[in-house]
């Protein structure tokens, strides 16, 4: 990788906003050590806390006292990026921390970009994209086991596993290159199986990669659930029971639910985003109207959709006589699941079965009763698997390279059985080899990593 084209000194506050007794000022480029000796007006040697007072300009004196703390130089290309990089470390109060930096600035940094830090450690081969990404996931994650799965991948275990697999492809691709290339050596990979046994290993060691990153994905992510269904439903109770606190507003008045309300919960590590939407209905209330056009709003981009039913009043378990309008409109009820409510009332045993093709679960969300088969199930819609040791965060563009890479391999497989085409199988295998590539930025356009460093806090 080549280094950062952009030379200039940057600098940005390290830590969150807010009130702290420590609070950082970061620096990094090759006016770094200039900057950080003229602040503290002492020499900074590699690798060493000096406590010191911050000065303003380059008088010493009481009058441009700034702060006083710590100050840590790291030499390149010993540093997180690679470059020269001053530490220093005052007092957490944002307006002493805002005039420190401002210092920084006059004395000839500029305000660093989001991620720009971590973009220039990416761009001097201090760490790859993976790493890189798992900087931000780390900071953002939302449970125990995604922070766990954030730190695997910042030391490079998502990183190694798609490097073994490059390598892999590669060798295979040199083999029937040559073979193409050099037709006299007389190797026939058409009838020589270890070519296919090669591309099956490659497969199947990719399929154990994929489903790895998918649970690290779900971990990540979660998947977002909609509640929908009638006013006086028991909506705003779901919501309630699944968070396990009064997130909503309930009543016996119909349409109590006027707006959006969101709620994130977590199930054995993955995060979970409820909504509880208005109750469908006709309604000349302006203001209900508005939250029903927002509640399908939130119905249409949904993961899966929790149809709720008072069992207490259905005559029939169908899918179109609970609500025939609202499937309907829906379209897609791949992702909609039935849940027959109040079975207090109407005095029916919680459970899980199959209706009309529609999943059916029959439960009490006041009463607590049927509300872990109703979590179990969730688990399932997401694909959430058992969480094993060697776990590792992943994005959506990390599973469509994969995705795009297993597609190869089969499709090369195809070409390799059906019709013996080896320049095809090749081609095949340096596509392949391309979208592996992509997910530790060995090959990226600059617009993804732009794309990517701009979602990062200013100061990493």
């Given at each position: 990788?080549?280094?950062?084209?952009?030379q200039d000194?940057?600098?940005?506050?390290?830590t969150?906003?807010?009130?702290?007794g420590?609070?950082?000022?970061?620096?990094?480029?090759?006016?770094?050590l200039?900057?950080?000796?003229q602040?503290?007006?002492?020499?900074?040697?590699?690798?060493?806390?000096?406590?010191?007072p911050?000065?303003?300009?380059?008088?010493?004196?009481?009058?441009?006292?700034?702060?006083?703390?710590?100050?840590?130089?790291?030499?390149?290309?010993?540093?997180?990026?690679?470059?020269?990089?001053?530490?220093?470390?005052?007092?957490?109060?944002?307006?002493i921390?805002?005039?420190l930096l401002n210092?920084?600035?006059?004395?000839?940094?500029?305000?660093?970009r989001?991620?720009?830090?971590?973009?220039?450690?990416f761009?001097?081969?201090?760490?790859?994209l993976?790493?890189?990404?798992?900087i931000?996931?780390l900071?953002?994650?939302?449970?125990v086991?995604?922070?766990?799965?954030a730190?695997r991948?910042l030391?490079?275990?998502?990183?190694?596993k798609?490097?073994?697999?490059?390598k892999?492809?590669?060798?295979?691709?040199?083999?029937?290159e040559?073979?193409i290339?050099?037709?006299?050596?007389?190797?026939?990979?058409?009838?020589?199986g270890?070519?296919?046994?090669?591309?099956?290993?490659?497969?199947?060691?990719?399929?154990?990669?994929?489903?790895t990153?998918?649970q690290?994905?779900i971990i990540?992510?979660?998947i977002?659930?909609?509640?929908?269904?009638?006013?006086?439903?028991?909506?705003?109770?779901?919501?309630n029971?699944l968070?396990?606190?009064?997130a909503?507003?309930?009543?016996?008045?119909?349409?109590?639910?006027?707006?959006?309300?969101?709620?994130?919960?977590?199930?054995?590590?993955?995060?979970?985003?409820?909504?509880d939407?208005?109750?469908?209905?006709?309604?000349?209330?302006?203001?209900?109207?508005?939250?029903?056009?927002?509640?399908?709003?939130?119905?249409?981009n949904?993961d899966?959709?929790?149809?709720?039913?008072?069992?207490?009043?259905?005559?029939?378990?169908?899918?179109?006589h609970?609500?025939?309008?609202?499937?309907?409109?829906?379209h897609?009820?791949?992702?909609?699941?039935i849940?027959?409510?109040?079975?207090?009332?109407?005095?029916?045993?919680?459970?899980?079965?199959?209706?009309?093709?529609?999943?059916?679960i029959?439960?009490s969300?006041?009463?607590?009763?049927?509300?872990d088969i109703?979590r179990?199930?969730?688990?399932?819609?997401?694909g959430?698997?058992?969480?094993?040791?060697?776990?590792?965060?992943?994005?959506?563009r990390?599973?469509?390279?994969?995705n795009?890479?297993?597609d190869?391999l089969?499709?090369?497989?195809?070409?390799l059985?059906?019709?013996?085409?080896?320049?095809?199988?090749?081609?095949?295998?340096?596509?392949?080899?391309?979208?592996?590539?992509?997910?530790?930025g060995?090959?990226?356009?600059?617009?993804?990593?732009?794309?990517i460093f701009?979602?990062?806090?200013?100061?990493?």
């Amino acid at each position: 990788m080549s280094q950062a084209l952009d030379q200039d000194t940057i600098a940005a506050i390290a830590t969150p906003s807010g009130k702290g007794g420590v609070g950082i000022i970061r620096l990094s480029g090759p006016e770094a050590l200039l900057i950080g000796e003229q602040i503290c007006q002492m020499t900074l040697n590699v690798r060493y806390a000096h406590f010191s007072p911050f000065y303003e300009k380059k008088i010493a004196s009481a009058d441009n006292l700034l702060d006083e703390g710590l100050a840590i130089f790291f030499k390149a290309p010993h540093s997180f990026t690679g470059e020269d990089v001053v530490e220093l470390q005052g007092h957490g109060g944002p307006v002493i921390l805002d005039i420190l930096l401002n210092e920084c600035i006059q004395q000839g940094a500029r305000l660093a970009r989001p991620g720009e830090f971590s973009e220039r450690a990416f761009l001097n081969d201090k760490i790859d994209l993976t790493q890189a990404e798992a900087i931000a996931d780390l900071i953002d994650s939302s449970s125990v086991e995604a922070a766990k799965n954030a730190m695997r991948s910042l030391q490079g275990d998502f990183s190694k596993k798609i490097h073994a697999l490059v390598k892999k492809v590669i060798d295979l691709r040199i083999f029937v290159e040559a073979a193409i290339d050099f037709p006299e050596e007389e190797i026939d990979f058409i009838s020589d199986g270890r070519v296919k046994e090669q591309l099956e290993a490659i497969i199947e060691n990719l399929g154990l990669v994929l489903a790895t990153a998918k649970q690290g994905r779900i971990i990540r992510e979660g998947i977002k659930v909609v509640i929908a269904g009638r006013p006086n439903a028991g909506k705003s109770s779901l919501l309630n029971a699944l968070a396990g606190h009064d997130a909503a507003i309930v009543t016996d008045i119909a349409g109590t639910t006027r707006d959006v309300l969101k709620e994130q919960i977590l199930i054995d590590g993955m995060p979970l985003h409820i909504i509880d939407t208005a109750g469908l209905r006709e309604s000349p209330d302006v203001v209900e109207q508005e939250g029903i056009r927002r509640a399908w709003k939130e119905i249409e981009n949904a993961d899966a959709i929790l149809l709720m039913t008072d069992s207490s009043s259905e005559e029939n378990e169908s899918t179109d006589h609970i609500w025939p309008e609202f499937t309907q409109k829906l379209h897609d009820l791949s992702h909609l699941t039935i849940i027959r409510n109040k079975c207090d009332l109407s005095n029916l045993e919680p459970g899980i079965k199959e209706v009309a093709g529609q999943t059916t679960i029959t439960l009490s969300a006041k009463e607590d009763r049927g509300m872990d088969i109703l979590r179990n199930y969730l688990k399932q819609v997401a694909g959430l698997q058992t969480q094993t040791e060697g776990g590792f965060t992943a994005r959506r563009r990390h599973l469509t390279a994969l995705n795009q890479a297993m597609d190869y391999l089969d499709n090369g497989m195809q070409q390799l059985v059906g019709m013996g085409a080896g320049e095809l199988l090749a081609e095949d295998l340096r596509y392949c080899q391309q979208s592996l590539n992509e997910i530790t930025g060995s090959f990226s356009s600059d617009d993804l990593l732009g794309e990517i460093f701009s979602s990062f806090c200013i100061g990493k």
